[in-house]
């Protein structure tokens, strides 16, 4: 549902540790899901995405898990580096709900050199 | 490659002043195209889209309007800014692969109403 009203929450790390964002979502009948990453004082850009009828994909240091039974989604990103530090949003969109991409509340990431 | 392109990066303006926020994209033919408003420290609010040159769908009833004079050009407007309109706004253009869409999001406008 709606979350832009919401404060981010916030993950911080360490530098070389591996971090775990977590998403809940909210629609059972939603095909794709995407996790962007936006910078400070930027646009949010595309990390990776995944369909409904995976549960594990993989991409460079970064890998995100889908659990459809507990509508979970985690990004997990391996040896967090500094540049890493950014707020994460997951995403989910459906075949049956047009033109539209549904945002979750988004997590702040820092990373402490 | 595609791109897109939005202006101005940052912009203050006082309450009661006209808005017009451009956006272009380079590359692609009728893409949908969005845009979306952030608060500072939130979420991402879609307020306009459109799938094809003078279709706009709006998502949310406020003081903002959108256009799409060009099958590439995508405007926000509005005829008196409130306070409440300052934010960080967002132009995106998606591709659609099988049915499923991808957003690409340009730069962003800082925009400040005092």
């Known amino acids: 549902g709606e979350s832009v009203g919401l404060h981010l929450p916030t993950l911080s790390v360490q530098e070389g540790d591996n971090s775990i964002i977590n998403c809940a979502y909210s629609?059972?009948?939603?095909?794709?899901f995407i996790w962007y990453k936006q910078e400070s004082g930027k646009g949010p850009q595309f990390i990776i995405d995944?369909?409904?009828?995976?549960d594990k994909r993989q991409g460079q240091r970064v890998t995100v898990l889908l659990n459809k039974t507990v509508k979970h989604l985690s990004l997990q990103i391996a040896a967090t580096q500094p540049g890493d530090s950014a707020v994460y949003f997951c995403?989910?969109?459906?075949?049956?709900?047009?033109?539209?991409?549904?945002f979750g509340a988004g997590t702040r990431l820092f990373v402490k050199a | 490659s595609q791109t897109i392109h939005q202006w101005p990066a940052t912009l203050v303006q006082p309450v009661g002043s006209p808005l017009s926020l451009e956006c272009t994209v380079e590359?692609?033919?009728?893409?949908?195209l969005y845009w979306y408003r952030q608060a500072a420290g939130r979420g991402l609010q879609l307020l306009f889209y459109?799938?094809?040159?003078?279709?706009i769908s709006s998502e949310v009833p406020q003081n903002l309007s959108a256009s799409r004079p060009q099958d590439r050009q995508f405007i926000l407007s509005s005829k008196k800014l409130l306070l409440s309109d300052s934010g960080f706004y967002l132009c995106?253009?998606?591709?659609?692969?099988?049915?499923?869409?991808?957003?690409?999001f340009g730069s962003g406008t800082q925009l400040s109403v005092l």
């Open positions: 459109s799938v094809g040159i003078g279709q």
């Open positions: 995403a989910e969109n459906m075949r049956a709900g047009g033109f539209k991409t549904i």
């Open positions: 995106a253009w998606s591709v659609q692969d099988r049915g499923l869409e991808k957003l690409f």
């Open positions: 629609n059972s009948a939603s095909d794709y």
């Open positions: 995944i369909r409904s009828n995976m």
């Open positions: 590359g692609t033919s009728n893409p949908n």
